[in-house]
């Protein structure tokens, strides 16, 4: 009897763990939001938003344009329509959407038309994909907001996201697995040790492995 009684208590216990962990689970599904952004090479925008607290992961890919599963090859060509972006997934408990485009503007120069650097062509172009009217509406207050720190006027794109396709594995985490060759040592390294300095990106990718 009592062994009984004291297995129908665990079982009823296993239950509510298991309810209150599914309940936690949905609450932290709804805390995460996604944000498309490019801002010239992928490369370079992947790993300053790797090093940012809050957000949870960044896939370099293709987004834009107007070809279906576009490779690198294609969208290099420029006939894809498609820019080079990153699609990040963030904790809105730990950072804010208009944080994300806060960095975005002091992580490439949004004056230049499809052109970063000796970057050139629409692939390079600076964009935000918004995916809903929220993110639109912010994007937009950003974007007037940031004008103000540039004597050009702003180029950039701010358009709804349509479809984003992943680039090729070997892009991803790029930087960080070919930190010593020379396109990550002039361009994307110079890049984070500036903004580090001004404290906008942590040192090392802040992302749970």
Not at 46 to 62: D, F, I, K, N
Not at 86 to 112: C, E, G, M, N, R
Request: aromatic residues 10%; proline residues 4%; charged residues 20%.
């Amino acid at each position: 009897m009592i062994k009984t009684l004291l297995g129908t208590l665990l079982a009823a216990s296993a239950l509510n763990l298991t309810a209150v962990a599914q309940s936690t689970n949905v609450m932290n599904s709804n805390t995460i939001e996604t944000a498309t952004f490019g801002g010239g090479c992928f490369w370079c925008m992947e790993a300053v938003y790797e090093r940012l607290p809050g957000v949870l992961s960044v896939t370099s890919g293709y987004a834009g344009g107007h070809t279906a599963n576009p490779t690198y090859h294609e969208v290099c060509g420029g006939d894809t329509g498609h820019a080079e972006v990153t699609q990040i997934k963030f904790d809105t408990t730990k950072i804010s959407y208009a944080q994300l485009l806060d960095v975005f503007w002091q992580a490439h120069d949004p004056t230049t038309l499809n052109r970063q650097g000796n970057d050139e062509g629409t692939q390079y172009r600076s964009i935000i994909l918004y995916h809903d009217e929220k993110q639109k509406l912010i994007a937009e207050k950003s974007k007037l907001a940031a004008q103000q720190n540039f004597f050009k006027p702003i180029v950039t794109e701010i358009v709804p996201l349509t479809k984003f396709y992943s680039a090729e594995d070997y892009h991803q985490g790029y930087f960080d697995a070919h930190g010593h060759e020379p396109y990550c040592q002039i361009v994307i390294a110079p890049k984070l040790e500036k903004l580090e300095h001004k404290a906008v990106i942590k040192p090392t990718v802040q992302m749970p492995k």
